[in-house]
């Protein structure tokens, strides 16, 4: 039990503060429960002794009703507090965690299935908001009222008392040992609750594809066949728990029966008196009915214990390191400085690699697939730190700088453009939030897309679905670059779009990229060199290392990689779908 309490305590920090008032709530309510079997024990005794008059029974009623309205009254106050204690905690921790795993080092993401993570933010946080605002208050209620019955039973009868005493002992291991059962089977469930969580995002995300190759429904046997494992680990559950949760239950129920018997005897021998009789009674249906909902909650609590111990572990998990809190950097020339990086189990993906992007300048990355260009990326915006060298800004560190200083510094625009399932005033916005309507539209201006935001039915109004959906793959883009312009940091990463666009939408995102990359460092990914003859500078990237680097014409001069791929990119041009002699001569005269 301590075990869960220390993990209910690191999770919510100064917010336990927050349980306090329920806690003693539920130890109020346990104690009028008590004055409430007090008053019957009373009566049943004064009845016995035939003492039974009018004004007691009127006293007695009248009590019984304070008791009575007192602790529905209690219990509204109780449940509310609970319930709105319970929830600031949890929207509390959401936002922790949320904030907490945005400075994570994405290797993090990396190692963490999509389902683990779903599963931490719904699942784990459910789970933990269920034992703050159910199981634990009953808990400490139970608890309180078998500590209170055993001293009662003690100062009674300290015979029966010990009766007690000695079939709880009897009984609790096979409580804790279904608390420990509960306990070491909740990791694989909580496996088998990722597993369908990640292939229900899995399956969603692939919706197209698994219908064009026929893997819906059952044929799709990914998803089926977590369903099928969560399901029989569900039941597993279950029954590995049930057997000691009833077996505990069965006995401390017994508790009653023995009183029954063991009092009988002792009233018959004259070794106790009617009184003594009925306390005790009264007693142990009132304690073997507390100590069944601890046999019940226990288990739960140990394997909700879990979900605690989770969340814990994330909130240990330390986020990027930084010595200062402000980028200070005299200008934003980023260096490479013998930069070696591998993502996991040491497979090297840059080796050694040294390269310098002038201020105000734009630098091109080119290369075969795989070769490193968006590894380079993802390590100047810092989601991952180099194994050795140093990447610096303006002669900063980038591993001393703080990451949302060093966000602040920087745009990137992805090939996968993800746009919330907002307005577009609210996507475009969100680059910087205190921008009035004029920025945005002058943002959106220069990136070409005002006039179809304006042609929409509710202008910068319009949702756009979950990811940008409703809108084409030109329209994100420019909204993007909309976004990205608002922003107007100084350093821009751009990942230029592999696919070919059409010849307007082209025109005018290059247009827009234009006005977004004016008088800025620009690091520009490159899948067709045609954009980038102009370029400062074009580094040839391969297996992570600089293979060319110079202009376009001092590249194309050397006649290596780069030069042969220009030549490579102008055949293919002219590639047409299902070319016959007829459209060769066509084409040809075309030309
Ligand atoms: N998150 C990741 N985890 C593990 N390995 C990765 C990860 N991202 C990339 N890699 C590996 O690192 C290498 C370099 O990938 P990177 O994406 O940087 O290449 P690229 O030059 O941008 O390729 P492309 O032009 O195809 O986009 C590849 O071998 C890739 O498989």
């Known amino acids: 039990m301590t075990s869960v309490i220390r993990n209910i305590r690191a999770v919510i920090g100064e917010k336990i503060k927050l349980l306090y008032t329920p806690i003693l709530l539920a130890v109020l309510d346990a104690f009028l429960n008590m004055l409430f079997y007090s008053v019957m024990i009373l009566s049943i005794v004064t009845l016995i002794k035939n003492q039974f008059t009018e004004s007691f029974f009127f006293r007695g009623i009248a009590v019984l009703a304070v008791v009575f309205i007192f602790r529905t009254l209690l219990a509204r106050y109780s449940f509310a507090s609970l319930q709105l204690n319970g929830s600031v905690i949890a929207t509390d921790l959401r936002l922790r965690l949320a904030e907490h795993v945005r400075g ?119 998803l089926d066949q977590s369903f099928n494992e969560l399901k029989k680990s569900s039941i597993r559950v279950e029954l590995s728990m049930m057997p000691y949760v009833m077996i505990f239950s069965t006995i401390v129920s017994f508790m009653i029966p023995v009183a029954l018997i063991w009092g009988t005897n002792l009233l018959i021998q004259g070794n106790s008196t009617p009184e003594q ?37 994330i909130f240990e998990t330390q986020p990027l390191p930084y010595t200062k809190d402000a980028f200070i950097g005299a200008d934003h020339e980023i260096t490479f400085e013998h930069v070696s990086f591998s993502y996991e189990n040491g497979v090297s993906v840059l080796n050694d690699l040294s390269f310098t992007v002038e201020d105000g300048k734009t630098t091109a990355l080119v290369g075969p697939s795989g070769s490193g260009k968006s590894t380079v990326i993802s390590l100047i915006s810092r989601f991952w730190d180099v194994d050795n060298g140093e990447i610096r800004m303006g002669n900063e560190k980038l591993r001393d700088i703080r990451p949302d200083a060093l966000t602040e510094e920087i745009t990137c625009v992805f090939q996968d453009v993800y746009l919330f399932n907002d307005t577009i005033l609210n996507n475009i916005r969100m680059a910087k939030p205190s921008a009035t309507m004029e920025e945005v539209t002058q943002a959106s201006r220069l990136a070409n897309c005002h006039e179809f935001i304006m042609q929409m039915e509710n202008g910068y109004d319009t949702l756009v679905g979950e990811g940008g959906s409703t809108l084409s793959g ?40 234009d006005h977004l990359m004016a008088e800025k460092t620009v690091v520009v990914i490159a899948h067709r060199l045609d954009t980038i003859i102009n370029a400062d500078q074009i580094i040839v990237l391969d297996e992570g290392s600089v293979r060319e680097k110079g202009t376009h014409q001092e590249l194309c001069r050397q006649q290596g990689w780069y030069a042969q791929m220009i030549k490579e990119q102008e055949v293919a041009k002219t590639w047409v779908i299902g070319e016959t002699s007829e459209t060769k001569d066509i084409l040809e005269d075309a030309r």
């Open 474 to 513: 030109g329209e994100k883009q420019r909204v993007s670059i909309a976004r990205a312009l608002l922003k107007d940091a100084p350093v821009v990463l751009l990942d230029e779009s592999t696919s070919s666009l059409d010849v307007d939408n082209e025109k005018e995102i290059n247009h827009a990229l």
């Open 277 to 313: 009789y009925i306390a005790v009674l009264m007693l142990s249906v009132s304690t073997s009915s507390q100590l069944m909902t601890i046999g019940m909650l226990y288990p739960e609590l140990k394997y909700l214990s879990k979900s605690a111990d989770n969340l814990r572990q």
């Open 104 to 222: 994570l080092n994405s290797g993090y993401f990396n190692q963490n299935s999509v389902g683990k993570l779903t599963s931490y933010f719904s699942t784990d946080i459910a789970d933990f908001e269920q034992v703050l605002t159910h199981h634990l208050t009953d808990f400490v209620k139970a608890l309180f009222s078998v500590s209170v019955c055993m001293i009662a039973a003690v100062v009674i009868d300290f015979r029966f008392a010990g009766v007690m005493v000695v079939m709880i002992l009897v009984a609790l291991p096979l409580m804790i040992k279904g608390g420990s059962v509960g306990h070491t089977i909740a990791p694989e469930h909580r496996v088998r609750i990722n597993a369908v969580i990640s292939r229900v995002v899995e399956y969603i995300n692939g919706i197209k594809t698994f219908r064009l190759y026929r893997l819906t429904g059952t044929k799709f046997e990914r």
